[in-house]
T-cell receptor, first 116, second 112 residues
Framework: DTGVSQNPRHKITKRGQNVTFRCDPI?????LYWYRQTLGQGPEFLTY????????KSRLLSDRFSAERPKGSFSTLEIQRTEQGDSAMYLC??????????????FGSGTQLSVL | DAKTTQPPSMDCAEGRAANLPCNHS???????VYWYRQIHSQGPQYIIH???NNETNEMASLIITEDRKSSTLILPHATLRDTAVYYC?????????????FGTGTRLKVLA
């Protein structure tokens, strides 16, 4: 169990640029979550995958945000035309084997995005 | 759509029990309560979870009131390394999908 891996750990970009983050969940986990966390706040739910299917998206996820999980393995979160308000920590978490539903989320260390 | 409320901060003396309260008065019957903690610049770390019975593990105890409207996380012998933000979370189920809703957390400071 190597845990949930997120890359990069830090990303600095200029306003208007596109950025992409990657999350590698724990290998047997079929459920994957993305959260966003701003300074002093708790993580806010963005989106959720079960295998490759994106089952729920928060209204926080504007049209500039897109997430994918091809083949139900790693996931990417892309932000197009970044704005300063997108600056935050983006957290990925995974859980869930096929039959178990009463389970804990395992979080990665996050990607800290700074939009200048 | 936060479902939990917690005090923003608490202090606890090293070696004493830390009791962190959480209010979740709108919780539904099948929604679990989870507790996580977060140390600066790291991802949240699982502590414990429960549905209606009290739970204990090597890290902490979770006491859930009979009406399930509130719970308390107990760290029996707090150490300096327990200084962190503690989040009380409700796991919401909608049509077979699960969403973990974080509150704003309690910043616990353990004092030497």
């Amino acid at each position: 169990d190597t845990g949930v891996s997120q890359n990069p750990r830090h990303k600095i970009t200029k306003r208007g640029q596109n950025v992409t983050f990657r999350c590698d969940p724990i290998s047997e986990h079929n459920r994957l979550y993305w959260y966003r966390q701003t300074l002093g706040q708790g993580p806010e739910f963005l989106t959720y995958f079960q295998n490759e299917a994106q089952l729920e998206k928060s209204r926080l996820l504007s049209d500039r945000f897109s997430a994918e999980r091809p083949k139900g393995s790693f996931s990417t979160l892309e932000i197009q035309r970044t704005e300063q308000g997108d600056s935050a920590m983006y957290l990925c978490a995974s859980t869930g084997t096929v039959f178990a539903t009463n389970e804990k989320l395992f979080f990665g260390s996050g990607t800290q995005l700074s939009v200048l | 759509d936060a479902k939990t409320t917690q005090p923003p901060s608490m202090d606890c003396a090293e070696g004493r029990a830390a009791n962190l309260p959480c209010n979740h008065s709108t919780i539904s019957g099948n929604e679990y309560v989870y507790w996580y903690r977060q140390i600066h610049s790291q991802g949240p770390q699982y502590i414990i979870h429960g549905l209606k019975n009290n739970e204990t593990n090597e890290m902490a105890s979770l006491i859930i009131t009979e009406d399930r409207k509130s719970s308390t996380l107990i760290l029996p012998h707090a150490t300096l390394r327990d200084t962190a933000v503690y989040y009380c979370i409700v796991r919401v189920e909608t049509s077979g999908t699960y969403k973990y809703i974080f509150g704003t957390g309690t910043r616990l400071k353990v004092l030497a």
